[in-house]
């Protein structure tokens, strides 16, 4: 199996970093949704709040390990004739989405610590996390913690609509294009081309 990428294909690392974080993301965006419609006050709503929490520091940890990866590797090229305005939306849909990864935990990591109800994080129950300083120019606690809520909410909104512009460029490929580009994110196998099928 191709561990590494080529600058035709992915290899097995980039493949399933791509994937484990698109459920990853995904869960996180439903759940995210979910918790803030439930009763604040309900103990089962704050276990959930916990598992977010939980489950978005593991996604800062992964992408920040998928773009050391990132940097140590080739990055496969465009299919050949694609033209330049769809190079430069795939770059900036890519980079949108790779801010967004980063930019989602960062705000909740910020919303949390800003908090005046100054709930400890302890990811899985075991791993307690510091609070962030929170700037100043924030104003005071509530206020700060409003703002970023608002910043986290529109970040959120902001990867819905990155995804589906790149799921529905990701299906373009594969069924108007009919070209690698799909199939190679799904297995290593199809590395050896970014030629049209
Ligand atoms: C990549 C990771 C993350 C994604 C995709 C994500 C997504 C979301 C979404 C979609 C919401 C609902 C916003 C709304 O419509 O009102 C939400 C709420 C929330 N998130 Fe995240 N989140 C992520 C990471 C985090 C992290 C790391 C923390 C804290 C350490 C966090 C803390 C919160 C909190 C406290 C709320 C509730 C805000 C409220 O009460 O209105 N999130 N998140
Ligand atoms: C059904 C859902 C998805 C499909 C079909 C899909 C498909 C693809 C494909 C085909 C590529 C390769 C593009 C190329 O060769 O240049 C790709 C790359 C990428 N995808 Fe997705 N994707 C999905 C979901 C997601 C989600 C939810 C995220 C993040 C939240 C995401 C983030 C990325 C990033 C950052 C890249 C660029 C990888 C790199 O070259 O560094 N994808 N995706």
């Given at each position: 199996m191709q561990i590494r990428n080529t600058t035709s294909g992915f290899g097995a690392v980039a493949i399933a970093f791509h994937w484990t974080m698109a459920l990853l993301m995904a869960g996180l965006f439903v759940l995210g949704k979910i918790m803030t419609d439930l009763d604040p006050m309900a103990p089962d709503t704050f276990a959930l709040y916990q598992w977010h929490k939980s489950f978005g520091f593991v996604a800062l940890a992964l992408v920040l390990a998928r773009l050391a990866w990132r940097a140590l590797n080739p990055s496969p090229e465009l299919?050949?004739?694609?033209p330049w305005y769809e190079r430069l939306a795939s770059r900036l849909g890519h980079a949108g989405l790779y801010g967004a990864m980063i930019l989602l935990p960062l705000s909740g990591w910020l919303m949390v610590s800003a908090s005046p109800w100054g709930i400890p994080t302890v990811l899985f129950e075991v791993l307690p996390v510091p609070h962030l300083p929170v700037?100043?120019?924030?104003?005071?606690k509530a206020a700060a913690e409003a703002t970023l809520k608002s910043v986290h909410e529109i970040f959120g909104n902001l990867l819905l609509v990155l995804v589906l512009l790149h799921v529905a460029a990701a299906l373009k490929h594969h069924?108007?294009?009919?070209?690698?580009v799909l199939r190679r994110m799904i297995s290593t196998h199809v590395a050896g081309s970014s030629r049209r099928i």
């Open positions: 299919p050949e004739g694609m700037p100043t120019a924030l104003g005071d069924f108007i294009n009919r070209d690698v």
